[in-house]
């Protein structure tokens, strides 16, 4: 096991695999995780990017899925559309305790980075898992039928929408976290995971403040791209980097990343890309970003902290 100062930045289903993989390599890093596609659901506060992570640590997650506890079951949102009411967010039975312990928690006045280091210790994980924020912002997406919360496109409609525009509601007032901020002074390397640049990554670079505390960091910054050719590994990262005047391509990754990292990890396959990043100021390497089996995250991981 290595020893490091290392955090990383994470958002979903895509970072937690590599999370999985610096776990097996490493007991002690923190995870800054986005938390602008948290929302209310029947009462109960659901911080998804939170929850998979904390899941990926505690090495209980539903790894087919991506998101949930693995053996969870459904009969709490299933009983709800019984009801007839809204019933498209399947948060799982045993998924919904952690909400609703959460939300309590949050009621009696503990900060979210409180709450989820309680919640961390609970489930026995022993790296530090920060929220980036302790005050609540969202991710929206403005389609030609309207603006709605992230969780609405992806869930309910599908992730089928045109997407005109991404906004983060709400993040002008919000900061970055006490935890985080240390986290990233702290750190030796940061590590950006395989995650949706516009709806994991940037919703964290872009709060307030963080421009000065990134350059601050004397931290190796180091980002891998979740982008193979012109597919994300998962999800609907083409649509929103379109949107935000982008391509849909490694080097359109190391385009928005421009100036925030020192290094870009591309797939094998996008080695000659590494050119025109290079000439972008950054360094490039080009290896094995396939890491949905637990042994090549971790080849991964040992990489990303020796580059
Ligand atoms: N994603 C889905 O595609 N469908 C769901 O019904 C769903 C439920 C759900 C419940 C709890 C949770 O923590 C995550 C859940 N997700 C679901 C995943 C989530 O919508 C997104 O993948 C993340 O927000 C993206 O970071």
Redesign the pocket.
Known sequence: MREKKFAVIS???GSSKLIRGFKEISRDFYVIV?VA?NFWFYSLY????L??TCYSLADISDKRR???LEGDTFNMVEQIGRLGFES?????DR?AALSIVRTKLLKEGLSLTEVTSIISKALGIRQRVLPASDIHYETHVVTPQGEMH??EF??KFSGKPDVLDVVYRGIKAARLSEDAKRAILNAERIVICPA?PV??IMTILSLPEIKHIWTKSRAKKIAVSPIVGNRPFS?PACKFMKAKGFGCSSLDVARMYSGLVDTMVLHLEDSHLCREIEAMGMRCEATNTEISAVTSAAKLAERLLEI
């Open positions: 958002g979903g289903t986005n596609d659901v911080c998804p990017d929850d998979i991506g998101w949930g498209w967010f399947k948060l799982g998924d992230l969780q992806w869930v949706n709806t994991s999800g």
